[in-house]
């Protein structure tokens, strides 16, 4: 528990890397705004002292004017430090928010970030960082505040009742025991509400999904009631952890009142020997006083800040240990790839999800500039080969080579640089057909823009747009059919030359005169880099060099159909991964 709350910590104080000297001035304002506001019991003690001693009323009115200036400082820093400490606070938000979506974009494998639901991966980015902020904008800088008052507060009535200080700081120690303890128990309740909250917008964002499916079978109430239970069980984890939050509040309640006792009745008896004054019996009722406010804020300060506290213990996990900060390996220690198109081999590769195997043994070679096929049924393993190759995954046993170097040791940068992925899963951006092919890179001519759309055959449907190529397409704007988007997608990846092609069922959903004339492009594009291709159908492989067939996680076999050679090579003549 300790440990993780140290990596909580830890990871907050690396976010607050951008806003730290902010965050300094934010304290050191709110430290000034203290000092005036523990200066003010102080000059009411001088002002009744002059009073009763019937000084002239000249000086009872500079008294007083002090006290407004001081009043007017204490009041004016307040502000500033709280538009300091919400400016910081959300940087840190949106820090952590990078850092998270980061991590869950890039750095995790991409099929363990795709087997969570979409509102589960959002709530657990956004409404994590949402926390943070709140926290710290509303709650973090002011309790630190509070602190500070609480402890100048018991410092000053120490030096005027040193009995009455001494008490009040051992009961003020006790308390804080309590709470930790009490915050404790709030914390680990609050990291299980955010779980559950993630789990539910889970389920809701996949029961939108899933809408027009639920309505025709008549199963949209079961989502509803679903929600519904999720929503009170949600509640009543949400309850018990907002009243173990709020059970700070009593407990505050009981230290003030203790605290007067003690403070006023101390200086009540030193009043009756003599001891002190009116002046210094009016300070110390101030100064006690003074403890309620802070004492209360900081009872629900501590209720925001355990959610703050459960959130980036979370995301700490999440996270996983810090990277080291050594330096980034040279240069020329990186793998370098070849010029030209890329040799594709798998040597003995074995993989599987836990105990369930999904490739056994494959091995397989495609030689620079050539072209590879692969079918099979559902489940055979296709989808997996792929994966395997775009580094969505590490194999079990065995090597997947690109270029002769293996997949696992190219850079992010390396690999988007040379190898380009046309999936099945098209997905089309919200912004115009120009953008969504070109990917945002305004460096691409439009004219290789429209050269790329004719040899697609998409140009005339591009040109009836009503603005053509900046026509906004997608989610709120022109919607495109299943094919449309595919072509879009296919656009994307002929419009650079790349040196590795893979294609993963491109053809799945184009219409049979659409489907010519991508396997007529793809005659061209072969000729100049070397292509993997996923498909159901053979017929969809017109025009490959070698047609591998796989079944249940092997390699069938692997057959010649460039012209070259006509022998089909069975998989128990494939050792070593040999073909021909």
């Known amino acids: 528990m300790n440990e993780t709350r140290a990596s909580a910590l830890r990871l907050l104080w690396r976010e607050s890397h951008p806003v730290r000297p902010v965050a300094a001035g934010a304290l050191v304002i709110l430290m000034a705004s203290v000092l005036a506001t523990l200066a003010g019991p102080w000059l009411v003690q001088y002002f009744v002292n002059r009073a009763t001693a019937g000084s002239a009323q000249s000086v009872l009115m500079m008294v007083a004017v002090w006290y407004l200036v001081v009043a007017v400082v204490a009041g004016a820093a307040r502000i500033w430090a709280s538009y300091l400490a919400v400016h910081s606070g959300w940087r840190i938000a949106d820090s952590l928010r990078s850092r998270l979506l980061r991590h ?24 994590n960082a949402n926390i943070v902020g709140k926290a710290i904008a509303e709650s973090g800088f002011r309790m630190v505040s509070n602190v500070a008052l609480v402890i100048g507060t018991i410092i000053a009535m120490s030096l005027v009742v040193p009995v009455a200080g001494v ?246 940068a390396q690999f988007a640089e040379r190898v380009t992925v046309l999936s099945q899963r098209a997905h089309v951006f919200s912004v115009t057909v120009r953008e969504n092919i070109t990917l945002f890179d305004d460096s691409v001519p439009v004219e290789r823009v429209w050269e ?15 603005e053509g190529l900046e026509t906004r397409v997608g989610t709120g704007a022109r919607e495109l059919s299943d094919g449309e988007m595919q072509v879009l997608a296919g656009a994307r990846v002929l419009i650079r030359p790349y040196s590795l092609l893979i294609v993963d069922e491109a053809a799945s959903r184009f219409d049979p005169e659409t489907e010519r004339t991508w396997a007529n492009l793809l005659d061209t594009v072969m000729r100049d880099r070397t292509v993997v291709m996923v498909e159901h159908r053979t017929g969809a492989l017109r025009g490959v060099d070698q047609v ?28 070593g991964g040999t073909t021909r």
């Open 452 to 466: 790329v759309l004719e040899q697609l055959n998409a140009a005339d449907w591009v040109r009836d747009l009503p």
């Open 104 to 127: 869950v974009a890039i750095e995790r494998p991409v099929l363990e970030v795709e087997s969570r639901p979409v509102g589960e991966v959002l709530e657990q980015v956004e409404g």
């Open 167 to 412: 008490a009040i700081s051992v009961l003020v120690v006790a308390v804080c025991f309590l709470l930790t303890w009490m915050a404790r128990r709030s914390v680990r309740r609050w990291e299980v509400a955010r779980e559950q909250q993630a789990g539910l917008f889970g389920f809701v964002g996949d029961s939108l999904a899933a809408r027009d499916d639920l309505l025709l079978m008549r199963e949209s109430q079961w989502a509803a009631d679903r929600t519904h239970t999720d929503l009170e069980a949600l509640l009543r984890t949400e309850g018990r952890a907002y009243i173990s939050g709020r059970a700070f509040w009593p407990v505050t309640q009981l230290c003030f009142a203790l605290a007067f006792g003690l403070g006023f009745g101390f200086g009540l008896r030193q009043l009756e020997q003599g001891a002190i004054s009116i002046g210094t019996l009016t300070m110390i009722y101030l100064y006690v006083d003074l403890l309620q406010r802070p004492l209360e804020e900081m009872s629900s300060q501590l209720g925001q800040m355990q959610q703050m506290m459960a959130v980036l213990k979370t995301a700490a996990r999440r996270l996983g240990p810090e990277r080291s900060t050594a330096a980034p390996a040279k240069q020329a220690e990186l793998p370098t790839l070849p010029e030209g198109p890329l040799e594709v081999a798998f040597e003995g590769v074995s993989f599987g999800y836990g105990d369930t195997k999904v490739l056994s043994d494959v091995s397989f070679t495609v030689a620079p500039g050539r072209s590879l096929g692969i079918v099979g049924p559902t489940g055979a393993g296709k989808s997996t080969v792929i994966n395997l190759l775009c580094r969505l995954a590490e194999p079990g046993q065995g090597r997947v080579l690109i270029g002769g170097v293996e997949a696992g040791r190219l850079t992010p």
């Open 548 to 575: 591998m067939a796989m079944e249940n996680g092997h390699v069938k076999e692997i057959t010649d159909t460039s012209g070259r050679g006509t022998d089909t090579c069975r998989a128990d003549a494939l050792a």
